[in-house]
Every structure is written in structure tokens, then in C-alpha cells.
């Protein structure tokens, strides 16, 4: 391959094909998103094209992040599949059937072939071939003309897939980790049922729906028994035909905060799940205002009460994906740099444990009304003291409630980045905005969860800001895909919007 680069004229691959198969050629962004990715197509062909191991070369040396780990986990995969030059020109037998070869396009090597039909043809197309993605096309459209099966150029980034069409060329996303699309089961179900029926299932907390309607249930699936009266209740499906009552207390409470209540009925299939200790692993899906966060947050924080409580802490973790454009590099400690990433959870949990008594008339009762007992830290408000009571230069500003959860440690917010090699015992961990990671980024996640945790994956598949994923191939919705009809996960979908009647409106129409 180096006296090919280097000027000598190049060989031509020699690919064994079939008429059977295809010609797949793969862009740098399908073997980062999924280094495993070469072994996934089958008895077809494979095709890499140089260009692409010069891309993945200059961003192998990305310590920090998953893109220098996959591109260095390509190289390693493709040094022990090709160990040598003649492989890589003539192919290699892969143990799906397929093969596996490098590209070198001879029409961009040799200054003789530089005026060929097939250049004429690109460049009517995309002039500036020093562009490393019109190469990789090229290299495609190289394969297409010289072999028989069909050919197509595999990428995930839709601008180089509409390039590719414009040339002639057939282009397509990498589809194995993508899901079906969304079906009724990831709402709820309602399952008809007599009058009476209701009723014993009322007074008996359990009911045997029959082999037929529960055939289509999965595993902890949330459903909704009807009556033709109109009558419903709310059951959870525990295998062999049997549904369930919820078990949810009246409301959750942080230490030192104010109740919380369920105000709808998937709320109520959300808190059911996050409190069963059965359940270690909720995948939830809901668009802005339906109560994820909040809900996931108080019920964390429900079962950390006392010295008896399942669970040691809350851990709260996002991954670091601006909105829009960012504001580059921020100052400080890393405190003081993740700070902006992570406010929505000391929002979310100044409501649930807020400084002030909240003013609607529920919690105007005296057990809930503002403490200053001398030594006790769950309180409303800070504590009487010189840092409280007198203002002015130099003060030093109260501590609120919630701060005092993270200074012992009870509560963990955290940026994702810093999560891998750790085991996470004994801790309920939430996390947000799970929409934005790969199927790999979240393996990566939940393999970290040890014995005596639990781990709620929540966000809107329909708000994603990374580039490489959409709502079949993220890592929330894969997750949910993989996991359903396990005893030990549940999924919850959340579609009444509770934060606001304006935000509502929002989420529906804008």
C-alpha cells in the first residue's frame, strides 16, 4: 500500500465477489459509530477506502473522548483482519462469508486516469477533490465501475449520502442498530374487562386476564383495565396472564422537602417503577414538562430516607451536548465548568427541597412549614446565623437545603464524560437526556451499574442534537428495544406535559 501512495502505480483490488451479494463501502463515521460494524454486513462485501484510515488516523489520538477509542479500536480490528499489503488489495474472507479490502482509487493515484469518463463525471458533481469525503465517494464510485454487484456507500452523514445520489450512486444509513419504528406498546395498552372484573380486581390487587389478552404483552408492561361503564383502573403485567395493582404511596418526598404527587395516570406507571426495588433498569420516554426529571429525581431521593433505604445515594448525570451553538471553553474549577450542564437538576432539586416554604395553600400546614431547629439540617431555608441574618458586603450567601445533600455526598451530579472504569454500587443513578448517546455510549453506562443499583435512562427521542444518531439508532430508544420483556426493566412513555398550560402548548405545536 505504501508504494501505491507513494507514486508507483497502483494495483487494482481483487475483490471475489458474487452476483449474489453486495458491495458495501463504508464512510469513517459508520466505523466510529460501531468499530464491531465491519462483522455486521453479512456474506456481502466490504470496501474501505483509504481516505477513510487517513480520517480515522488523525482522530485516534483523541485521548478523552469515544471518538479516539473507536478509532483506535478500528486500527486494531483491521491490523489483525489485514496483516499485510497483498491483503489489503486483494481482500480477505471474513467468518460472516463476506470479504474485507482497502481502496486505493487509481483515478485520484495515477495523474493518467486523472481525465477519465468517471472523473469528468465527479467533478460536473464536486469540483474540490481535496475534500476528504468527495474522495471517499469517488473511491465508491470506483467500486461501482469496475464490479458487478451492486454497490453502496454506507454513512450517517446525510450530506455525504445526497452527494453520493447526486453522482449515481446508491447510498444508505448503517440500519443495525436501528430500531422499528415507535408502536402502540411504548404508550400504554387498555385491555377491556367486565364490570366485575373490575371489581375483584379491586378488592383481590390481582387479576388473570386470560392467555389470549395477555398474549401481546411484554414482561412489566403498563396497561389500562377498562369497563364498558367506563371505570378503569391502572395494572402493571407480571407474566403467566397475571396484572397487578400499582404499588405507589400517596406521594414521595425528599429529606427536608415537600411531597410529590403523581398528576396523571402515566405519572403513575413512572413512580410504580421507579420504586420497585425488582425493577434496576427504566428506560422513559417524554417530551418537555411531562415530569421525567422531577419525578425521577423525588422518588430517588423518597428512598434514601434513612439508614435502612436500599439505596447508599442519587447519582444525576447528562451527557455534555450543547443546544444551538455553544459558548466555548468556560473558566474554572470543573465545579464551576459543569455548572451550566447540570443546572437543570439543582432546579429540579430546589423545587422538590426549596429555601422557601412554597406559597400554595397545600403547604401552608405546620409540617411543612419553615424549621429552624438548632442542629437539624432538613429545613426549609437556611439556618439563623450571621451568614443568614446579616447582609451586606461580605456576606456569605446561605447555603441552600439541596447544597447540603451534595456536600455529604447523598446526591452526585455529575458530566458522563468521567464515567467509564467506574463501578457504581448502591446507588440509584438518573440519567437525563439519554436520547443524545449511541447504543454503544449507553452499554457503556449501564454496564457500570453493580449489584444494589438501579438506573433510569430518561428523555425525548424527538429533540436530538447529536449528529450521528436519530430516533431509531440513539441509545435511549435501542436500549428500550433490547431491554423490553426482561423482568428486571420497564419502560414508561409520558405524554401530558404538567409543567406549564404555555409549555404544553409549546411542546404540541412548535
Not at 171 to 177: A, H, W
Not at 421 to 436: K, N, V, Y
Request: glycine content about 6%; aromatic content about 6%.
Amino acid at each position: 500500500m505504501m508504494e501505491n501512495l507513494s507514486g508507483a502505480k497502483p494495483q487494482k483490488p481483487q475483490l471475489k465477489v458474487s452476483a449474489k451479494v453486495k458491495t458495501f463501502v463504508l464512510d469513517t463515521n459508520v466505523l466510529l459509530h460501531d468499530p464491531q460494524s465491519i462483522f455486521k454486513f453479512e456474506d456481502n462485501n466490504l470496501a474501505i477506502p483509504v481516505e477513510v484510515l487517513e480520517e480515522l488516523d488523525a482522530i485516534k489520538t483523541e485521548q478523552s473522548t469515544e471518538r479516539g477509542r473507536n478509532a483506535r479500536r478500528v486500527h486494531r480490528i483491521l491490523s489483525q483482519l489485514l496483516p499485510d499489503s497483498r491483503s489489503m488489495h486483494e481482500g480477505v474472507k471474513l467468518e460472516t462469508g463476506g470479504t474485507l479490502s482497502v481502496i486505493i482509487n487509481p483515478h485520484l493515484a495515477d495523474p493518467a486516469l486523472a481525465d477519465s469518463a468517471l472523473m469528468r463525471k465527479l467533478r460536473s458533481v464536486l469540483p474540490n477533490l481535496e475534500k476528504k469525503d468527495n474522495r471517499i465517494i469517488a473511491a465508491a464510485l470506483f467500486v461501482q465501475a469496475h464490479y458487478q454487484p451492486p454497490t453502496i456507500l454506507v454513512t450517517k452523514d446525510v450530506n455525504v449520502a445526497l452527494k453520493a445520489r447526486a453522482v449515481g450512486l446508491e447510498s444508505q444509513d448503517y440500519l443495525n442498530d436501528k430500531v422499528p419504528e415507535p408502536t402502540q406498546e411504548d404508550a400504554y395498552r387498555e385491555i377491556p374487562v367486565t364490570i366485575y372484573e373490575l371489581q375483584r380486581f379491586a378488592s383481590e390487587g390481582q387479576f388473570d386476564l386470560g392467555e389470549e389478552a395477555a398474549k401481546p404483552l411484554f414482561l412489566n408492561e403498563y396497561v389500562l383495565l377498562r369497563s364498558d361503564e367506563g371505570k378503569t383502573m391502572p395494572a402493571r403485567y407480571y407474566g403467566e396472564n397475571i396484572v397487578r395493582r400499582l404499588k405507589i404511596p400517596d406521594f414521595v418526598k425528599a429529606p427536608g422537602g415537600i411531597p410529590i404527587r403523581s398528576r396523571n395516570l402515566e405519572q403513575q406507571f413512572f413512580m410504580d417503577a421507579l420504586l420497585d426495588d425488582s425493577i434496576t433498569l427504566i428506560t422513559c420516554f417524554g417530551k418537555a414538562g411531562t415530569g421525567k426529571t422531577l419525578l425521577s429525581i423525588g422518588c430517588a431521593l423518597h428512598q434514601t430516607h434513612d439508614d435502612h433505604s436500599r439505596y447508599d445515594g442519587v447519582s444525576i448525570s447528562r451527557p455534555v451536548m450543547a443546544l444551538g451553538k455553544d459558548i466555548g471553553f468556560l473558566p474554572g474549577t470543573m465545579e464551576e465548568k459543569m455548572k451550566p450542564w447540570l443546572q437543570p437538576y439543582f432546579d429540579a432539586l430546589e423545587v422538590l427541597i426549596p429555601s422557601k416554604p412554597p406559597k400554595e395553600p397545600q403547604f401552608a400546614s405546620k409540617k411543612v412549614a419553615k424549621k429552624h431547629k438548632k442542629g437539624d439540617e432538613t429545613f426549609f431555608g437556611p439556618q439563623p446565623g450571621p451568614a443568614a441574618t446579616h447582609a451586606g458586603p461580605g456576606a456569605i450567601a446561605p447555603i441552600k437545603p439541596y447544597e447540603r445533600l451534595i456536600k455529604s455526598g447523598l446526591v452526585e451530579v455529575e458530566a458522563l464524560a468521567f464515567i467509564r472504569g467506574r463501578s457504581i454500587a448502591r446507588r440509584f443513578f438518573i440519567l437525563d437526556e439519554a436520547q443524545q448517546l449511541t447504543p454503544h455510549e449507553v452499554k457503556t453506562v449501564i454496564t457500570r451499574i453493580s449489584e444494589g443499583s438501579k438506573i433510569v435512562l430518561i428523555g425525548d427521542p424527538a429533540q436530538i442534537d447529536n449528529p450521528y444518531v436519530d430516533s431509531r439508532s440513539n441509545g435511549l430508544v435501542y436500549c428500550h428495544n433490547r431491554m423490553k420483556g426482561h423482568a428486571l426493566s420497564a419502560h414508561v412513555k409520558l405524554t401530558k406535559g404538567e409543567r406549564s398550560k404555555l409549555a404544553e402548548l409549546a411542546a404540541d405545536l412548535l
